[in-house]
């Protein structure tokens, strides 16, 4: 059953994105926060400083009860008053009346304890911090903050004002200002700033996924207009001598012959042209997708490091790895959780050899950062290592890919060279490295 569970959850944390999961933390980490003050400031100071009158008891056993019901409407609160601050979803009517009453409650019986002598100084005001606390953190995320200060001011002077009346201590009194005075700054730290750097996060989340649609449109853009500048005028001139043609058979002429063998080779040429094109898209350049990767990954803040030691690459060969580096770094981002990805070409012994690895392994399915575990169908032909294997199957390459240590993958493509290409790369060899 433990077993299930700790699966369970580790597919669940590994299907968020990286901005919904540090929103999870966040979320998480505002629960125990006030859980916490209530067990440390609250129910903790009570049981040695409360008297050991019946009253007394009575009292602090209602504080604990108020205090642990504080606590649940908080959490509870929690969710809506982030959606509210990050602009997701407005706060329900009334969603402060709980924990407001809540409030007013735990100070009615933290008074009632000072006035009866029932418990210690101290006992006294830590039970006020712990009872503003709850309150505090969701309040300061719904309002603004000029508004929550002042208010949290107002509150603050009535507190001093009855704690006054009820034990005439001027320490005391200084000592309940203080608190209240933690316990504003201290929410406005811990869950408006908190809930700031959130919506920051967010807004790079969707910054970086306008960024990448931004990308699609030019480069549908791109495609279009290629189309058009080849097609265009082929067509326009195949219209035209079509209709020349059309003209001069009616007319019996023996020009319309040529006309339309005219229009034959137009229409092979622009074949020829629409291939081209096409063929341009669906190859890959391996510089440009080292670059790329490089790019990509440092840009969803995986640290990369490249590698090329490696010069001129016959055409096939550089399309061929191009999409090896493509796949990789596609199913980096996709399945795997990695921090570091490293990514070397080199040449050896007349065979070119491209490796990437990164610390993406995860779980204890063996899911890792390539998608070993999800590429691997043999459908598709473009996608996986199915995929990749035919690609370099075509220049005579392999591939091989698996779990090479603790939480590191590694994926080796490697084809060889002819004699002319394996001279190139001696001659005219490059090292470049890049890290981020």
Known sequence: MLGRIRRWQQRHWRDRSKAERVELYTVVTWYATTWFFALGWLLLPLVGGLDHRPVAVVLGALLAVVAAFQCTASNRLTRPALDHYLGRAELPAGGHRTPAVLLGLALTLIVTLSALDAADPMTIRL???????????????????????????????????????????????????????????????????????????????????????????????????????????????????????????????????????????????SQREVRDVVRGYREADLGVELAGAQGVLTAAGIDCEVRAEAGELPAEVQSALGWVVREATTNVLRHGDANRCAVGLRMRQGHVVLTVENDGVTGASGSTGTGADRAGSPSGGGSGLAGLRERLAAVDGSLVAGVVGAGRFRLVAEVPLGDSAASAGTTRERVSEVTS
């Open 127 to 269: 039970a006020i911090g712990a009872s503003l606390l709850p309150f505090g953190l969701l309040y300061g995320l719904t309002v603004p903050v000029r508004v929550f200060l002042r208010r949290s001011a107002v509150l603050s002077l009535l507190l001093m004002g009855v704690i006054w009346l009820t034990d005439r201590d001027g320490v005391g009194l200084l000592a309940t200002g203080l608190m209240t005075a933690f316990h504003t700054l201290f929410s406005l730290l811990a869950c408006r700033c908190g809930a700031w750097t959130l919506s920051v996060l967010w807004e790079a989340e969707r910054a970086r996924e306008v960024e990448a649609r931004l990308a699609v449109a030019e480069e549908r853009l791109r495609f279009g207009r290629d189309l058009h500048d080849v097609l265009g005028r082929n067509l326009s001139v195949i219209a035209l001598k079509s209709e020349l043609a059309v003209q001069l058979a009616r007319r019996g002429r023996p020009e319309a012959v040529e006309q339309m063998i005219e229009v034959q080779r137009i229409a092979q040429e």
